[in-house]
């Protein structure tokens, strides 16, 4: 097939272990699925259950690289994820099958322009200016599941500059994998390619020109980054 333009180029992560890449499609997020976070941000985890928004592929940022620290905000925050990469697509699947359709784990960090996401809800308005600029998703490696295995629980932890901000397991999950997997597929159309941020544990807070963000999951591996200056 040719285009009338070109196509856009196709967005990838590394894998552990190959010379082959994984390419990104949608990034589905998860907010508000852990209790001691929801509860940080003033809400109660019994009342309102977590929900989903979606951050474009060109908020991938990769592994070891410099983030831009985005315009428009003064408060950029931190929430380290477990992030599903799916191997392949489905609509209307079982949590019990929903872990057929996963390639593999890895660290993202949801980064969020906190001060524009206030603004968005105090206003009623969508979160999309809070949630999502350029180097708002950084992503390690993805690590295949025929080798971490399937993972229940496991430390997740994110340090700045070698001071430990977050930290939790991702058994704390409200809704686990396979049932955030069975709500995505009835809601939206998961494709291969397509990763999900699971959501993140308490203690998130802002970062700054200079640090050093080191971010891991046990079982799945780490993250490396460092924060540039304002663009
Ligand atoms: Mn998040």
Aim: overall charge negative.
């Amino acid at each position: 097939m040719t285009y009338v333009v070109n196509p856009p180029e196709q967005v990838s992560l590394p894998v552990v272990d190959s010379a082959d890449r994984f390419p990104v499609g949608q990034i589905y997020c998860v907010g508000r699925n852990y209790a001691d976070h929801a509860v940080e941000m003033g809400h109660d985890p019994d009342r309102e259950p977590p929900f989903f928004f979606i951050k474009p592929s060109f908020a991938i940022m990769q592994q070891g690289a410099q983030m831009r620290y985005p315009a428009f905000s003064q408060d950029v925050h931190h929430e380290v994820e477990l992030v599903v990469a799916l191997g392949r697509g489905a609509r209307d699947i079982d949590a019990a099958d929903a872990m057929t359709l996963v390639f593999g784990y890895a660290v993202g960090i949801d980064m969020t322009r906190r001060d524009l996401q206030a603004d968005a809800k105090a206003k009623g308005r969508p979160w999309e200016a809070g949630k999502t600029f350029a180097d708002a998703a950084p992503c390690s490696a993805v690590m295949p599941l025929s080798r971490s295995g399937v993972l229940a629980e496991g430390q997740i932890s994110l340090s700045i500059n070698g001071e430990q901000r977050q930290r939790g397991d991702i058994n704390q999950m409200i809704w686990k994998v396979p049932e955030v997997i069975a709500r995505l597929s009835s809601l939206f159309v998961l494709a291969p390619g397509d990763l999900i941020f699971t959501g993140t544990p308490a203690g998130v807070g802002p970062i700054d020109p200079g640090d050093l963000i080191e971010a891991g999951v046990e079982g799945v591996g780490k993250l490396e980054i460092t924060v540039g200056a304002q663009r």
